[in-house]
């Protein structure tokens, strides 16, 4: 079957880092998005991995161990505006069809 | 250049009655993707098209139904709504060759009453 996991809610404190992971098991693999949804907004995208290692952008930095069906997203120096959904998705085989988790609630305290 | 435009942006609709929703994709892209999305269960995918074309479709009953037009615009259309239908419905579009150009719109807010 196909099954992505993710936390479902995360505290943290402003100016601290965080790691927001997500496993996945799906019948075919062509990359893995994480995405920031503010309440209320649209899905924006972070960050893509298709190869194993670590993606570095700016605060933010992601993850993928394709064999450990794993990857985690990185938020470091956080701010308040960081608080929102955070969404792990994989793309599946050869489509442009997303399957996601039902995402991390992050609230970033003072 | 502009987003993903979706219209409208909220619905109150009453059971049994049909809806159909709008999506504009970004100028140039031909991949059109709709997502369901609640509470409890997240987004989840319902159809994908590509010049007009239907290349996937979720697991959702047949009362959801979807085309594209030649100028990569796509509709959805549920007919016979229920409760449960009450939900985010986004859209996003990709650009060909685009690894990870997928643009969200601003989605549509269905109440069903």
């Known amino acids: 079957g196909q099954n992505i996991d993710q936390p479902t809610e995360m505290t943290a404190t402003e100016g601290a880092i965080v790691q927001i992971n997500c496993t996945y098991q799906t019948s075919g693999f062509n990359g893995l998005f994480w995405y920031q949804q503010h309440a209320g907004e649209a899905p924006t995208f972070l960050s893509y991995?298709?190869?194993?290692g670590l993606e570095e952008k700016g605060r933010f930095s992601s993850f993928l161990s394709r064999s450990k069906g794993y990857s985690y997203l990185l938020l470091k120096e956080l701010q308040m505006k960081d608080s929102a959904s955070y969404l792990c998705?994989?793309?599946?085989?050869?489509?442009?069809?997303?399957?996601f988790g039902t995402g991390t609630r992050l609230q970033v305290f003072p | 250049k502009a987003g993903v435009t979706q219209t409208p942006r909220y619905l109150i609709k009453t059971r049994g009655q049909q809806v159909t929703l709008s999506c504009s994709p970004i100028s140039g892209h031909r991949s059109v993707s709709w997502y369901q999305q609640t509470p409890g269960q997240g987004l989840q995918f319902l159809f994908e098209y590509f010049s007009e074309t239907q290349r996937n479709k979720g697991n959702f009953p047949g009362r959801f139904s979807g085309r594209q037009f030649s100028n990569s615009r796509s509709e959805m259309n549920v007919s016979t709504l229920e409760l449960g239908d009450s939900a985010l419905y986004l859209c996003a579009s990709m650009g060909t060759g685009d690894g990870y150009g997928y643009t969200f719109g601003s989605g549509t807010r269905l109440t069903v009453v």
């Open positions: 998705a994989v793309r599946e085989g050869n489509t442009d069809k997303l399957i």
């Open positions: 991995n298709v190869l194993d």
